[in-house]
């Protein structure tokens, strides 16, 4: 049986990555297939993300990488599939998730969607969190593989804003407002 898991990538997660190996136990191929999103501007080229994506399943013996700009049920009618694979972090997930799911059974009657909840270390992630966290300078090692942190920092080091403020100074109202807090001291008696 094929299951096709469709996204963006951009970049791959360790949660995409979890989805991934747990799907690739469940069905006897995985194709990871990189579409575009026409809400989004990506941050990698397709052929980038694909291959940042073959770098992390290699050893995913029944897992393959392509992409398809066009509806992900017209690849997989084309190759066959089954099933199409998706995660789910949280509630709003779902609610979105379920729509396409209704979708596709109205284009495709005999494919079907499945859900895997994501592990509990991943329910947080996503890869929006990585690229913000990454453009304001934080560690994402933790949150992507190796290699795609290296891609990630050296693309956000050429695009980093020249701005960056020296000493954070507080606003006059939190001024204010800290003294406040903190009463003047009393002249001392002597």
């Known amino acids: ?90 509630l709003s997930d779902f609610e979105k998730e379920l729509q396409m799911a209704h979708t596709n059974k109205t284009l495709a009657h005999d494919i079907e969607t499945l859900f895997l909840s994501t592990s509990t270390e991943y329910g947080f992630l996503s890869s929006s969190l990585v690229k913000e966290i990454a453009l304001f300078g934080g560690p994402i090692d933790h949150l992507v ?9 050296q693309c956000y080091a050429q695009t980093q804003p020249a701005f960056k403020p020296s000493k954070m100074v507080p606003p006059p109202m939190a001024t204010s407002m800290m003294s406040d807090l903190h009463p003047p001291s009393l002249p001392s008696e002597t």
Do not use: C, W
Not at 59 to 73: A, M, R, S, W
Not at 75 to 87: D, T
Not at 145 to 153: I, Q, S
């Open 1 to 90: 049986m094929i299951a096709i898991y469709p996204g963006s990538f951009d970049p791959i997660t360790l949660g995409h990555l979890d989805i991934i190996a747990r799907g690739s136990r469940l069905f006897e191929r995985v194709v990871v297939l990189v579409s575009s999103n026409p809400n989004k501007v990506p941050l990698f080229s397709t052929a980038k993300r694909i291959a940042q994506i073959q770098a992390s399943v290699g050893h995913l013996t029944n897992v393959d990488v392509d992409h398809f700009d066009g509806l992900t049920i017209t690849y997989a009618k084309r190759y066959n599939a089954q099933v199409l694979l998706r995660g789910l972090r949280v």
């Open 145 to 153: 593989p190796d290699h795609v942190a290296r891609d990630v920092y």
